[in-house]
């Protein structure tokens, strides 16, 4: 966080949630691919490690 922005509760408070939904969204869209490989390729990694 700069130390020349805004010091405004309500701007800090926009700003954290903006980063937390940013962060929700990365993290969601990664799960989304991972589950998605895994139902494509699942049967192929299972072959490779058994």
Do not use: C, K, Q, Y
């Amino acid at each position: 966080m700069s130390t020349t922005g805004s010091h405004d509760p309500v701007d800090i408070d926009r700003e954290n949630a903006r980063r937390a939904a940013v962060g929700l969204g990365i993290w969601l869209m990664l799960t989304m691919a991972a589950v998605l490989l895994l139902l494509l390729f699942g049967s192929s990694i299972t072959s490779l490690l058994v």
